[in-house]
T-cell receptor, first 113, second 115 residues
Framework: NAGVTQTPKFQVLKTGQSMTLQCAQD?????MYWYRQDPGMGLRLIYY???????DKGEVPNGYNVSRLNKREFSLRLESAAPSQTSVYFC????????????FGAGTRLSVL | LAKTTQPISMDSYEGQEVNITCSHN???????ITWYQQFPSQGPRFIIQ???TKVTNEVASLFIPADRKSSTLSLPRVSLSDTAVYYC????????????????FGKGTKLSVIP
């Protein structure tokens, strides 16, 4: 049982490049989330998806887009990467009615030069 | 979402019991208290959740006084592997209507266990 799987684990981009961070969960969870974590900070919510076909903005959505491809997969896209988007990105998922208990992936470390 | 306040850092020797207290003065009636643990280079991991009184699992205990304005995470006999950041979160565990819930992570408490 893999839980929440994120790819890639590491990525280096140049300013202006685009890329998609992938996330998949095998726990049959309805809700999925994307967070970013900057050094010495807590996690900040970028986007979340309550169910397949729905997405909503979180605290820091600017510069990002998301796609809930199906129940298992939730991707995060950076259309034109900026140095301010250098961060560690975490994907998470949860069961309906248990949004306080989220299961996190191992993270993607992204550097934008 | 209720605001939480917890110490920035704590040090403890191996084998000691560690208590991390979180203040949440404006906790709402439907709010639950949830603690997460995060090791370096890993995602946060759910530890324990409670509403009132005491909750215990194989990892930790959570003590919540009657007024629920604070909570204490207790880690028995810590080891070096318990060195991590511990986050206290407060919120309504019910679906928001959209079927999802936004967690607000503060900076957490960095626990350092000393040999």
């Amino acid at each position: 049982n893999a839980g929440v799987t994120q790819t890639p684990k590491f990525q280096v981009l140049k300013t202006g490049q685009s890329m998609t961070l992938q996330c998949a969960q095998d726990m049959n969870h309805n809700s999925m989330y994307w967070y970013r974590q900057d050094p010495g900070m807590g996690l900040r919510l970028i986007y979340y998806s309550a169910s397949e076909g729905t997405t909503d903005k979180g605290e820091v959505p600017n510069g990002y887009n998301v796609s809930r491809l199906n129940k298992r997969e939730f991707s995060l896209r950076l259309e034109s990467a900026a140095p301010s988007q250098t961060s560690v990105y975490f994907c998470a998922s949860s069961l309906p009615g248990q949004g306080n208990i989220q299961y996190f992936g191992a993270g993607t470390r992204l550097s934008v030069l | 979402l209720a605001k939480t306040t917890q110490p920035i850092s704590m040090d403890s020797y191996e084998g000691q019991e560690v208590n991390i207290t979180c203040s949440h003065n404006n906790i709402a009636t439907n709010d639950y208290i949830t603690w997460y643990q995060q090791f370096p280079s890993q995602g946060p991991r759910f530890i324990i959740q409670g509403y009132k009184t005491k909750v215990t699992n194989e990892v930790a205990s959570l003590f919540i006084p009657a007024d629920r304005k604070s909570s204490t995470l207790s880690l028995p006999r810590v080891s070096l592997s318990d060195t991590a950041v511990y986050y206290c979160l407060v919120g309504d565990m019910r679906d928001s209507g959209a079927g999802s819930y936004q967690l607000t992570f503060g900076k957490g408490t960095k626990l350092s266990v000393i040999p």
